[in-house]
């Protein structure tokens, strides 16, 4: 499920250990927390995500929530779901531009949720389907995926862990227009090295 040959100097070797996420008692623990959790938090988050959906739609004409293509675990497409933070736009414009911090197409309730990031709470409805994980690496849109497999080596090998609502890059500080070869690098090592804890 990983990379298997590696380089260390001038010698190629063979890595023979067993990843967790090549598990299949690994992989359902991680999918009984992931339902767990996602409820509880569901739970929790109802009566301030009823609030955040009023907010977002007086803030702006348009639906409540935003749904997106995006490459999921063995390279499988799904809708992820986000609370609306922007004025309505083409599909292809938010399909291949990045947000940016001082981006124009933000509303004032959406600049609230994306700095908190509230905005990503629906997405535990993702993780019940089954499309997600609480923590994996961040789904990313087919353009960009399309455009990194071409540029970054191991890229695809991020999909063979379910993408998650936050991931070991987005811990250690890369979200969103970072350098993309560091974060490939944290998503790898989470997932040859991922545990419950």
């Known amino acids: 499920v990983r990379d298997r040959f590696f380089r260390l100097g001038g010698t190629h070797i063979l890595d023979v250990q067993i990843a967790p996420s090549e598990t299949n008692g690994s992989l359902i623990l991680k999918r009984c927390f992931d339902v767990v959790f996602?409820?509880?938090?569901?739970?929790?988050?109802l009566i301030p995500m009823l609030l955040i959906a009023i907010a977002v739609k007086l803030s702006s004409p348009g639906p409540v929530f935003f749904t997106q293509e995006r490459v999921g675990i063995n390279g499988q497409g799904f809708r992820m779901?986000?609370?609306?933070?922007?004025?309505?736009?083409?599909?292809?414009?938010?399909?291949t531009r990045w947000t940016t911090e001082e981006d124009s197409r933000r509303t004032r309730v959406g600049i609230l949720l994306r700095r908190s990031c509230l905005d990503e709470l629906p997405q535990f409805f993702n993780v019940l389907r089954g499309e997600m994980s609480v923590v994996g690496p961040r789904p990313e849109r087919p353009h960009f995926v399309k455009?990194?497999?071409?540029?970054i080596d191991a890229y695809n090998t991020r999909h063979h862990l379910k993408s998650g609502i936050t991931g070991w890059a987005q811990v250690n500080g890369l979200r969103g227009d970072t350098i993309m070869v560091r974060r490939v690098e944290l998503d790898l090592y989470y997932l040859q090295h991922w545990s419950l804890t």
Do not use: G, H, Y
Request: glycine share 0%.
């Open 147 to 151: 455009k990194f497999n071409d540029e």
């Open 81 to 95: 779901l986000k609370f609306r933070t922007m004025r309505l736009a083409p599909v292809q414009e938010s399909d």
């Open 38 to 45: 996602s409820l509880l938090a569901l739970a929790v988050a």
